[in-house]
C-alpha cells in the first residue's frame, strides 16, 4: 500500500492531457488534429487526452448548435480510434448498456467511421475520479453509491467491465457538492461469459482469479473486487494492493520466472498480507504459484496484517470508521468469486446508507491547491482538497504505539 503520486489524469483511456504540441505526443495511428476541424458534424475544441485505443477530443454538435440555448447540452466527447483498428467492441458493450440508459455510464450518443476510423461520440465529462479524489473534497459515500449502482446496471445487462480503476470513473461537477459518476471505457469489457478480451487490466485492481488467469475470470465478481479498491482507496487514500511499494511485503519472490508470473506472484502475495491465506481448493487450482501445501511458492512467511489497523496507522481512520469500513469491504474481498457479494449487495449494506460522521474524517491542514481566498470560491464551485498531516520520522515510535494499540482493539475480532 502506498499513496499514488503520479498525475494519471486520463479521459476514457487516455494518458495525456493537455493542449501543448498534441502531434509530438502522439504514435503512429493516432489522429493528428487541430481545433476547429470538423469529424463530420462535430467541431473539435479542445484536446483531452490519448492511449492505447486513440485520441479524446472535447467538441460540439455543429448541427444542434443553433437550436439549443445552453451550449453546453451540445458538448460532448469524441474519442478516436487509431487508423485501421476497426474493431466494435467498445460499441456493442455501450450498446448493450445504453438502452435503457443509466446515469452512472457513460452514454454512447452516436459511433460512425470516419476517415478509416472508428469513432464514438460520448458525454462530456470534467475529470476522473483519480484527479478529483487528489485534488477536490466530495462526499465519499455519495460517490461509492453512484459507481455500484453504475456497476449493478453493467451486469444485470450481462456486461462485465473488465478493468475498473480510478482513471475509468469519470465525474461531472454538479454543484458546489455534488458530482455526477459515470463508468467508462469499455475497450477491456465482455459479455458474461463471453470472449475474454485480452487487454492487460491494471495490476493493482485485478481480483485474485483475473491474477492467475483463470478462465472464469470474466463475471461480474471480478468487477466487484476491482471496486472495492477504488472503494479502499477513497476513504483511505492509499492503493490497497499496490504492486510498485509496499510497506509491509515481506515476501519477494527468488525464483527466475519471466517478468509477468513473477509479477503476479507478488500480486498474490500483497493480497494474502492483508486478507489472509488462501482457500486450499484455490491454492491446488493453481500450481503454478502454490506448493503442495498451499503455501505461495519461493517467498518467505508472510505476515497479515488486520485492514483495520493499516487503516488507522496508515490512512489515519478512526477505529469507528476502520470497522465500518472493513465490515464493508470484506464480503466484497472474498478469495472464493462465489462467496462475493454483488453491486446491489453493496447498494443494500447500511455503511453506505448511512451518513459519515465528522469525527470520523481525516484531520485537515492547509489547502492542497489554493489559498484560503481561492478557497472558499464562489458558488457552485468544487472545493479544493486539503492535504493530511505527514508522520514526521520523529514521530514514528508515536506510530509504532498507535499500531499496537489498534491491534489489540481488533485482536480476536473477525
Known amino acids: 500500500m502506498s499513496s499514488s503520486s503520479s498525475d494519471m489524469s486520463d479521459y476514457l483511456d487516455s494518458d495525456h492531457s493537455g493542449e501543448s504540441d498534441v502531434s509530438s505526443e502522439l504514435s503512429e495511428g493516432h489522429f493528428v488534429g487541430e481545433e476547429g476541424n470538423t469529424v463530420r458534424n462535430y467541431c473539435l475544441q479542445g484536446f483531452l487526452g490519448h492511449g492505447s485505443y486513440g485520441v479524446v ?35 456493442r458493450m ?69 478493468d475498473l480503476k480510478p482513471e475509468n470513473i469519470m465525474v461531472k461537477h454538479v454543484s ?37 488467469g483463470d478462465t472464469q475470470a470474466m463475471r ?21 494492493f499496490d504492486p510498485n511499494e509496499s510497506n509491509h511485503y515481506s515476501a519477494r519472490s527468488t525464483a527466475s520466472w519471466e517478468s509477468s508470473l513473477r509479477s503476479n506472484h507478488e500480486q498474490l502475495a500483497l493480497m494474502q498480507e492483508i486478507l489472509g491465506p488462501f482457500p486450499k481448493r484455490f491454492a491446488k487450482k493453481h500450481r503454478e504459484y502454490f506448493n503442495c501445501k498451499g ?34 469491504l470484506r464480503k466484497m474481498l472474498m478469495c472464493t468469486p462465489r462467496l462475493r457479494c454483488s453491486a446491489t449487495d453493496c447498494l443494500a449494506h447500511s455503511f453506505l446508507s448511512t451518513t459519515q460522521e465528522s469525527s470520523n474524517v481525516p484531520p485537515e491542514t492547509a489547502s492542497k491547491a489554493v489559498c484560503d481566498e481561492d478557497r472558499s470560491g464562489y458558488e457552485g464551485h468544487p472545493t479544493p482538497r486539503k492535504d493530511e498531516h505527514s508522520v514526521s520520522g520523529a514521530e514514528k515510535p508515536k506510530v509504532q504505539q498507535k499500531e499496537e494499540k489498534a491491534s489489540a482493539q481488533f485482536d480476536g475480532v473477525q
Not at 59 to 85: C, D, H, M
Not at 134 to 148: A, L
Not at 305 to 328: G, H, N, S, T
Request: hydrophobic letters at 40%.
Open 57 to 91: 477530443w472535447s467538441a460540439f454538435n455543429t448541427t444542434q448548435l443553433y437550436s439549443s440555448a445552453n451550449p453546453e447540452e451540445t458538448a460532448v466527447a469524441l474519442k478516436i480510434g487509431r487508423s485501421e483498428n476497426i474493431s466494435d467492441r467498445e460499441t
Open 94 to 162: 455501450l450498446e448493450l448498456v445504453s438502452d435503457p440508459h443509466h446515469e452512472n455510464v457513460i452514454r454512447l450518443f452516436d459511433h460512425f467511421m470516419w476517415d478509416s476510423r472508428v469513432v464514438m461520440v460520448l458525454d462530456k465529462m470534467d475529470m476522473d475520479l483519480f484527479t478529483m479524489r487528489r485534488d477536490y473534497e466530495f462526499d465519499q459515500k455519495s460517490i461509492c453509491v453512484q459507481m455500484c449502482r453504475g456497476l449493478a446496471h453493467l451486469h444485470a445487462h450481462g456486461v462485465v467491465h473488465g
Open 220 to 240: 461480474p465478481p471480478a468487477d466487484v473486487w476491482s471496486c472495492a479498491c477504488i472503494i479502499f482507496e477513497i476513504f483511505c487514500d492509499n492503493v490497497l
Open 295 to 328: 503455501n505461495l511458492k519461493d517467498t518467505k512467511p508472510i505476515k497479515t496484517f488486520d485492514m483495520r489497523v493499516v487503516m488507522i496507522v496508515e490512512c489515519d481512520l478512526a477505529p469507528q470508521m476502520a470497522d465500518d469500513l472493513y465490515q464493508f
Open 176 to 212: 458546489m457538492t455534488q458530482w455526477l459518476v459515470k463508468i467508462a471505457d469499455f475497450g477491456g469489457a465482455s459479455t458474461i461469459d463471453g470472449d475474454i478480451c485480452d487487454y492487460g487490466q491494471t495490476v493493482a485492481y485485478r481480483s485474485p482469479e483475473a491474477v492467475v
